[in-house]
C-alpha cells in the first residue's frame, strides 16, 4: 500500500488539488455540487480528455502534437458529409477515426523517417489539415443529422452520458495499453532514452509512428463527440484545443521531457480545467479573466511539480 | 630558477571525491619549447591542464607563471594570464564568421556600441598572416575544414596575447598534409616565443615536434626528458603499469565451437578489413586507443552502424544484421560503454530494463505477461546479486557498479550468448569490477562467448584468453594472452612498428 502510495505520489497531489478546487467551488456556490451541473463538467470535459490521451502518449515518447485540434476539424468535417451522404453510420464513424489515424500517421512517419522535429511536423500538420477542412466544407459548416448519429452524444446508459461514457472507456484501455502492452512499455523506453531503445532492439521509428497515428484516432474519435453533440462539423472547430491537451497532460504529472507519466494523471488535470471553468462560469467571472486563471494554474501545478522532484532528487 | 623558464607548477594534488587525479605532480615550461605530455587515457593529463587552464582548482601545490606565484581563478583568468588552451573540440561557433569567432564576446566596438567590422577583419587578416596561413576572415566557420577551424583556434588564442598554448590531441582529425602544416604553424609560434604544452599519443609526432616530453601514469609524475634521450620503448616502458596483480580471476577454458567470424569488415566512417573469429567459452580481448575503432567495431556487429563490406557469420550462418532487434534474435548482446546515455532507461525500473529487449517473448498478443516479466527479473537480480531494495526500483538510484549488472542481466534475460563488452567496468569500484569478472567467467564456463572492449590494459591481459589490437580501424595485432604484455599492446596501438 504504502508502496503504491509512494508511486503514485504525484497523482494523489493533483488529485487532492482538484478535490480542493470542487470543496472551494461548492462552499462559493451552491450550484456547482449538483449531479446535473457535475455530469455536465464531465461531458464538456470528455472532449478535450479524449484528446489528451493521445497526447500523453506522445509526450511520453519525448514528443509533442499541435495538431490534434485541427485533426479533430477534418475528421469532423469528413465524417459529416459522410453521413450527409448516406454512408452508414458506423462506417462513417470508422470513416471519422480513420482521417485522424492517417493524419497522424502522418505526423508520425515526418517525425520517425523524415527525421523532422515533432514539433515542426505536427505545427505544420495543424495548418494543413485546418486547410483541408475549410478547403473540403467550402468553409461552411455541416449540420443536421439523424437521431442515430445524435445519440452517440445525447444518449445515457443508467443516467451517465455517453460522452462520458465513451471517455470512461477510453481511459480504462489507455490505462491497460500504458501499463500492461508492449507498446506501453515501449513509450515509456522511447521518451525515457531513445538511443539505449534502439540499442535494445526496439524499432524506435515504428512505434513511435504508431503513438501518433494513435493521437491521431483519437483526436477522430473526438471529432465524433462533438459532431454529434452540436449536430454539426465545423471546419473551425478546435482552435486551440491542442494548448487544452497540452495543459491537461502536463497538469497530470506528465513531463515533457519524456519517459514518464501516468494516464489517470491526465484525466484528472482535464477535469480540474473542466472544473476551473464551470466553477468561474457559475462565479460570474468574466471570460477574461476566466483565460488568466486558467493560464496561472498551469504554469502553478508545473513549478510544484518541479519542486516537488527536485525535492526527491 | 633560470630565465627561460615560464611556467613551473609544484607538488600539484587534485583530489576528486574517492579519486586521487593527480598526487604530488612537478611539470616546468620553458620559454619557446614545445612540450609533449604523454600517459595513457585516465594518467592525469587532461586533469593537470585544466588546472593551467583554471577548467579546476588544484587541490594542492603552487604555480608560478615567470617565476612568480600564481593563481589561477576561472578559464577567463587563465587568458589573461596568456594561458590558452585548444581542445579536441573546438569552442568555434559554426554560423559566425572567422573574424567574429576570433573575436567573440571582445569585439572592437565605437563608442556608440557599434562593432567595428572593418577593424576586426584586419586584425584578423594580421594574425592569419602571422600564423601563415591563408583563411579569409569573413567565411562562415561553418564552411571551414577541420584543420582550417583549428588554425582559427590558435589565431583566437594569440589575439588574446597568448605565451603558453595547449593543445589537446591536435593532429586526431587531421590528414598527414594537414599535420604537416599544423607543424609548421607551431614552428612559427615557437619563434614567436609562444611556448607549447602537448598532448598526443602519436610517437612519430612526438620526436618530429616536441623539445622535451613528461610522462603521467596513475596521477603520478614518472619523469620529464629531453626528446633526443629517448626511445619510443623508453617512453612505453614510463607509460605502463608494470605490476599486474591478481586481481584478475580468469580461469581459461577450452574453446569451444565458432559463435561468430568478422570477414573484410569495413565501414564508411573507419573500420577496414576487420578478421576476427570468436569462439565458445572465450574472451577475446579488443585493446586500441581512443578512436581505434574499438566501439565502431561493436556496432557494426550489433547491426546499428552499417558495414560497407565484409561478411559476419553468427554459429556458422552468414547472416546480415542491419538492426539491433536482429542482433537480440542472434541472441548477441551489447553492454555499451556509455551506460547512462545508451545502456539504460534511467527512470525506468530494474525490472522494465532488465525485460526491455525480451518483451516479445515476455507478452503474449502484446499484452505483457507481468507474472512472466517479475520471475524474469527476479531470478537475474538473484543470480547477479543486483543490490537493490526490489525490482521496482528506478535503475537511476543504483550504484555504477549495480546499473552496470543491470545492463547484463537484460542480455542474460534475451539469453545472449555473444556477449559484447564495451568497458565493463569504468567508473565501477573495485568490489563489484572483481563480481563482473567472476561474471564473466561464469558466462564463459557456460559457453557464452565475450568480447571484452577495454581502455585498460591490466584489464585486457588479466581477463582475456586472445587479444587483438585496432589502431586506426583496422587490425594491428593479434596476440595470445600468453605472449601479450603491456608494451606490446601499447606498441600495436601507436602503431608504431
Known amino acids: 500500500m504504502k508502496a503504491f502510495l509512494l508511486h503514485n505520489m504525484r497523482q494523489f497531489g493533483t488529485l487532492i488539488g482538484l478535490l480542493v478546487l470542487c470543496i472551494v467551488l461548492w462552499i462559493l456556490t451552491p450550484h456547482f455540487l449538483t449531479v446535473a451541473n457535475l455530469l455536465n463538467i464531465t461531458q464538456q470535459t470528455s472532449i478535450n480528455a479524449v484528446i489528451a490521451v493521445g497526447m500523453t502518449f506522445v509526450i511520453i515518447t519525448a514528443g509533442i502534437d499541435l495538431s490534434v485540434g485541427s485533426i479533430m476539424a477534418f475528421a469532423g468535417v469528413v465524417l459529416a458529409s459522410a453521413i450527409e451522404a448516406g454512408v452508414p453510420v458506423p462506417i462513417a464513424l470508422l470513416i471519422g477515426l480513420g482521417v485522424g489515424m492517417a493524419c497522424g500517421l502522418i505526423n508520425g512517419v515526418l517525425i520517425s523517417w523524415g527525421k523532422l522535429p515533432p514539433f515542426i511536423s505536427t505545427l505544420g500538420m495543424m495548418s494543413v489539415a485546418r486547410g483541408a477542412a475549410l478547403l473540403y466544407t467550402q468553409g461552411r459548416p455541416i449540420s443536421g443529422f439523424s437521431g442515430d448519429f445524435r445519440f452517440l452524444a445525447s444518449g445515457e446508459i443508467l443516467g451517465i452520458p455517453n460522452p462520458v461514457i465513451i471517455m470512461i472507456a477510453v481511459y480504462l484501455i489507455a490505462h491497460f495499453v500504458l501499463t500492461r502492452t508492449k507498446l506501453g512499455r515501449y513509450t515509456y523506453a522511447i521518451g525515457g532514452n531513445e538511443e539505449a531503445s534502439i540499442l535494445s532492439g526496439i524499432n524506435v521509428r515504428y512505434y513511435k509512428t504508431i503513438v501518433y497515428g494513435l493521437c491521431g484516432m483519437l483526436s477522430g474519435l473526438a471529432a465524433i463527440i462533438l459532431t454529434a453533440r452540436l449536430n454539426s462539423a465545423q471546419p473551425i472547430a478546435g482552435i486551440m484545443y491542442e494548448l487544452d491537451a497540452i495543459a491537461a497532460t502536463v497538469i497530470g504529472g506528465t513531463s515533457l521531457m519524456g519517459g514518464e507519466g501516468r494516464i489517470g494523471g491526465t484525466l484528472i488535470g482535464a477535469l480540474i480545467m473542466g472544473v476551473l471553468r464551470n466553477g468561474l462560469n457559475l462565479l460570474g467571472v468574466s471570460s477574461f479573466i476566466q483565460q488568466t486563471v486558467i493560464g496561472s494554474v498551469i504554469i502553478i501545478a508545473v513549478l510544484i511539480d518541479m519542486a516537488l522532484k527536485k525535492q526527491k532528487s | 630558477m633560470p630565465e627561460d623558464i615560464v611556467l613551473s607548477?609544484?607538488?600539484?594534488?587534485?583530489?576528486?571525491?574517492?579519486?586521487?587525479?593527480?598526487?604530488?605532480?612537478?611539470?616546468?615550461?620553458?620559454?619557446?619549447?614545445?612540450?609533449?605530455?604523454?600517459?595513457?587515457?585516465?594518467?592525469?593529463?587532461?586533469?593537470?591542464?585544466?588546472?593551467?587552464?583554471?577548467?579546476?582548482?588544484?587541490?594542492?601545490?603552487?604555480?608560478?607563471?615567470?617565476?612568480?606565484?600564481?593563481?589561477?581563478?576561472?578559464?577567463?583568468?587563465?587568458?589573461?594570464?596568456?594561458?590558452?588552451?585548444?581542445?579536441?573540440?573546438?569552442?568555434?561557433?559554426?554560423?559566425?564568421?572567422?573574424?567574429?569567432?576570433?573575436?567573440?564576446?571582445?569585439?572592437?566596438?565605437?563608442?556608440?556600441?557599434?562593432?567595428?567590422?572593418?577593424?576586426?577583419?584586419?586584425?584578423?587578416?594580421?594574425?592569419?598572416?602571422?600564423?601563415?596561413?591563408?583563411?579569409?576572415?569573413?567565411?562562415?566557420?561553418?564552411?571551414?575544414?577541420?584543420?582550417?577551424?583549428?588554425?582559427?583556434?590558435?589565431?583566437?588564442?594569440?589575439?588574446?596575447?597568448?605565451?603558453?598554448?595547449?593543445?589537446?590531441?591536435?593532429?586526431?582529425?587531421?590528414?598527414?598534409?594537414?599535420?604537416?602544416?599544423?607543424?609548421?604553424?607551431?614552428?612559427?609560434?615557437?619563434?614567436?616565443?609562444?611556448?607549447?604544452?602537448?598532448?598526443?599519443?602519436?610517437?612519430?609526432?612526438?620526436?618530429?615536434?616536441?623539445?622535451?616530453?613528461?610522462?603521467?601514469?596513475?596521477?603520478?609524475?614518472?619523469?620529464?626528458?629531453?626528446?633526443?634521450?629517448?626511445?619510443?620503448?623508453?617512453?612505453?616502458?614510463?607509460?605502463?603499469?608494470?605490476?599486474?596483480?591478481?586481481?584478475?580471476?580468469?580461469?581459461?577454458?577450452?574453446?569451444?565451437?565458432?559463435?561468430?567470424?568478422?570477414?573484410?569488415?569495413?565501414?564508411?566512417?573507419?573500420?577496414?578489413?576487420?578478421?576476427?573469429?570468436?569462439?565458445?567459452?572465450?574472451?577475446?580481448?579488443?585493446?586500441?586507443?581512443?578512436?581505434?575503432?574499438?566501439?565502431?567495431?561493436?556496432?557494426?556487429?550489433?547491426?546499428?552502424?552499417?558495414?560497407?563490406?565484409?561478411?559476419?557469420?553468427?554459429?556458422?550462418?552468414?547472416?546480415?544484421?542491419?538492426?539491433?532487434?536482429?542482433?537480440?534474435?542472434?541472441?548477441?548482446?551489447?553492454?555499451?560503454?556509455?551506460?547512462?546515455?545508451?545502456?539504460?532507461?534511467?527512470?525506468?525500473?530494474?525490472?522494465?530494463?532488465?525485460?526491455?529487449?525480451?518483451?516479445?517473448?515476455?507478452?503474449?498478443?502484446?499484452?505483457?505477461?507481468?507474472?512472466?516479466?517479475?520471475?524474469?527479473?527476479?531470478?537475474?537480480?538473484?543470480?547477479?546479486?543486483?543490490?537493490?531494495?526490489?525490482?521496482?526500483?528506478?535503475?537511476?538510484?543504483?550504484?555504477?557498479?549495480?546499473?552496470?549488472?543491470?545492463?547484463?542481466?537484460?542480455?542474460?534475460?534475451?539469453?545472449?550468448?555473444?556477449?559484447?563488452?564495451?568497458?565493463?567496468?569504468?567508473?565501477?569500484?573495485?568490489?563489484?569490477?572483481?563480481?563482473?569478472?567472476?561474471?564473466?567467467?561464469?558466462?564463459?564456463?557456460?559457453?557464452?562467448?565475450?568480447?571484452?572492449?577495454?581502455?585498460?590494459?591490466?584489464?585486457?591481459?588479466?581477463?582475456?584468453?586472445?587479444?587483438?589490437?585496432?589502431?586506426?580501424?583496422?587490425?594491428?595485432?593479434?596476440?595470445?594472452?600468453?605472449?601479450?604484455?603491456?608494451?606490446?599492446?601499447?606498441?600495436s596501438a601507436l602503431g608504431a612498428a
Open chain 2, 9 to 491: 607548477m609544484k607538488n600539484i594534488s587534485k583530489r576528486f571525491p574517492g579519486v586521487i587525479a593527480l598526487d604530488d605532480v612537478d611539470f616546468e615550461l620553458r620559454g619557446a619549447e614545445v612540450h609533449i605530455l604523454l600517459g595513457e587515457n585516465g594518467a592525469g593529463k587532461s586533469t593537470l591542464v585544466k588546472i593551467l587552464s583554471g577548467a579546476y582548482q588544484k587541490s594542492a601545490g603552487d604555480i608560478y607563471l615567470s617565476g612568480r606565484r600564481t593563481e589561477i581563478r576561472s578559464p577567463r583568468h587563465a587568458q589573461e594570464l596568456g594561458i590558452s588552451i585548444i581542445y579536441q573540440e573546438f569552442n568555434l561557433i559554426p554560423q559566425l564568421t572567422v573574424a567574429e569567432n576570433i573575436y567573440l564576446g571582445r569585439e572592437t566596438v565605437s563608442v556608440a556600441g557599434i562593432i567595428n567590422r572593418s577593424q576586426m577583419r584586419t586584425d584578423a587578416a594580421n594574425l592569419m598572416h602571422q600564423l601563415g596561413v591563408e583563411i579569409d576572415p569573413d567565411s562562415a566557420v561553418t564552411d571551414l575544414g577541420v584543420a582550417e577551424q583549428q588554425m582559427v583556434e590558435v589565431a583566437k588564442a594569440l589575439s588574446m596575447d597568448a605565451r603558453i598554448l595547449i593543445m589537446d590531441e591536435p593532429t586526431s582529425a587531421l590528414t598527414e598534409k594537414e599535420i604537416g602544416e599544423l607543424f609548421r604553424m607551431i614552428r612559427r609560434l615557437k619563434e614567436q616565443s609562444v611556448s607549447i604544452i602537448y598532448i598526443s599519443h602519436r610517437m612519430e609526432e612526438l620526436f618530429e615536434i616536441g623539445d622535451r616530453v613528461t610522462v603521467l601514469r596513475d596521477g603520478c609524475l614518472i619523469g620529464t626528458r629531453n626528446i633526443t634521450d629517448v626511445t619510443t620503448s623508453d617512453l612505453i616502458r614510463m607509460m605502463v603499469n608494470r605490476e599486474v596483480t591478481e586481481r584478475y580471476p580468469r580461469q581459461r577454458m577450452q574453446p569451444g565451437r565458432e559463435m561468430l567470424r568478422v570477414e573484410n569488415l569495413s565501414t564508411a566512417a573507419l573500420l577496414q578489413n576487420i578478421n576476427l573469429s570468436l569462439f565458445a567459452g572465450e574472451i577475446l580481448g579488443v585493446a586500441g586507443l581512443l578512436g581505434s575503432g574499438r566501439t565502431e567495431l561493436a556496432r557494426a556487429i550489433f547491426g546499428v552502424d552499417a558495414i560497407t563490406s565484409g561478411k559476419i557469420f553468427v554459429k556458422g550462418r552468414a547472416q546480415t544484421i542491419t538492426s539491433a532487434g536482429q542482433a537480440i534474435a542472434l541472441r548477441i548482446g551489447y553492454l555499451t560503454e556509455d551506460r547512462k546515455q545508451q545502456g539504460l532507461i534511467l527512470n525506468l525500473s530494474v525490472k522494465d530494463n532488465i525485460c526491455l529487449p525480451s518483451i516479445g517473448r515476455l507478452s503474449y498478443m502484446g499484452v505483457v505477461r507481468q507474472r512472466a516479466e517479475e520471475q524474469a527479473a527476479s531470478k537475474w537480480v538473484g543470480e547477479l546479486r543486483i543490490k537493490t531494495p526490489g525490482i521496482a526500483q528506478k535503475v537511476m538510484n543504483l550504484s555504477g557498479g549495480n546499473q552496470q549488472k543491470v545492463i547484463i542481466a537484460k542480455w542474460l534475460c534475451s539469453h545472449a550468448d555473444i556477449l559484447i563488452f564495451d568497458e565493463p567496468t569504468r567508473g565501477i569500484d573495485v568490489g563489484s569490477k572483481v563480481e563482473i569478472y567472476e561474471l564473466m567467467n561464469r558466462l564463459s564456463d557456460s559457453g557464452a562467448a565475450i568480447i571484452m572492449i577495454s581502455s585498460d590494459l591490466p584489464e585486457i591481459l588479466g581477463m582475456s584468453d586472445r587479444i587483438i589490437v585496432l589502431h586506426n580501424g583496422q587490425i594491428s595485432a593479434e596476440f595470445d594472452a600468453s605472449e601479450a604484455s603491456q608494451e606490446k599492446i601499447l606498441h
